[in-house]
């Protein structure tokens, strides 16, 4: 270390010190490379060619609700027509056939082709898009593993989400896979469900039996053989849907269309994070290089406590952001 002119250690270099050290053994996350930003917009209801492009020279197709960001670029061929939804007034305007147009802050700057002045739409964006993003955006730090000598490459602590809603039709829970022999309980109440370690897929699912509308506690146990070797602290609290209130969300869901993400919002907002999930894959089965959309996907995977695969996105995340 160095010393001071009096002797005492310089305290600038003690903090250099320390930092070197937090970083060398992990316990400093890597934060994201710039500041979260939001989408301008979607385009909606494409028919015939209808594309978009991050750079405007490698174009995709748009097949289903796209969201658009700031510098995106979009263009119909001669069959093509869609609609975009701009994110901050609401409003929509339908692109006709060869049009070409780059998303700007602001919305859509036409170069060519007929877009209609704006008028009013029902499809709006999420509310509270923009403030959405910002707070998933803490989800995307990437934390290195640490593996001390002498633990095991498998986890059993396994955890299910703390809080979490199903309904008859959405009854399924996920949580992540445990060592290779570990089996699981699932203790709802008074009643409990064996569940044999999965095979395929990054995670465990299991569809639950659906008691009564009302909330309990909800356990998961890890056994190995015949002994529990892992149970939490606490029990999480499961809400059971009644009906009614299932046959309501699931009019919201069919009126949202192909917008995944509006699909995905309603369903989180009423606790049914798995469902939320599978709207969440949906969007990116059918846009797979749609990264700067992940935040909302990786809040989701940490909110399960899917944590290995919530790692994996974040980092997809962090190294389309630093290119």
């Known amino acids: 270390m160095v010393k001071q002119h009096d002797g005492s250690e310089s305290g600038l270099d003690v903090k250099q010190m320390v930092l070197a050290a937090l970083l060398m053994f992990g316990f400093i996350g890597v934060a994201s490379a710039e500041a979260p930003r939001s989408p301008v917009g979607k385009l909606m209801d494409p028919n015939g060619a209808v594309e978009y492009s991050r750079d405007g020279e490698k174009w995709r197709p748009v097949t289903r609700a796209k969201y658009l960001f700031s510098g995106y670029h979009v263009r119909t061929g001669a069959d093509g027509s869609g609609n975009f939804i701009n994110q901050e007034s609401g409003l929509a305007q339908s692109l006709s056939a060869n049009v070409t147009a780059m998303v700007g802050d602001a919305g859509l700057e036409v170069s060519a082709g007929e877009v209609s002045d704006p008028f009013s739409s029902d499809a709006g964006l999420m509310d509270g898009l923009a403030n959405k993003f910002a707070s998933a955006q803490r989800y995307t730090t990437v934390r290195r ?51 044999p370690t999965g095979e395929a897929g990054e995670h465990i699912r299991f569809q639950l039996p659906v008691p009564a509308a009302g909330e309990y506690d909800l356990r998961l146990d890890v056994k190995a053989g015949e002994e529990v070797v892992y149970t939490p602290r606490r029990p999480g609290k499961l809400k059971v849907l009644a009906s009614a209130e299932e046959a309501t969300i699931k009019a919201s869901l069919m009126a949202a269309g192909d917008d995944y993400f509006a699909q995905a919002d309603m369903l989180e907002q009423h606790g049914l994070l798995v469902p939320a999930m599978d709207a969440y894959r949906a969007y990116f089965d059918a846009y797979p290089d749609d990264i700067e959309m992940k935040p909302l996907f990786i809040a989701n995977l940490q909110a399960l406590q899917l944590m290995t695969e919530k790692t994996a996105e974040a980092q997809k995340y962090n190294d389309f952001i630093s290119e």
């Open 145 to 195: 593993a640490v593996k001390k000598p002498g633990e095991p490459d498998c986890e059993v602590k396994v955890r299910l989400a703390r809080k979490i809603t199903v309904s008859e039709g959405f009854a399924d829970l996920v949580w992540e896979k445990a060592c290779p022999d570990n089996t699981f309980v699932i203790v709802l109440g008074e009643q409990q469900f064996d569940v």
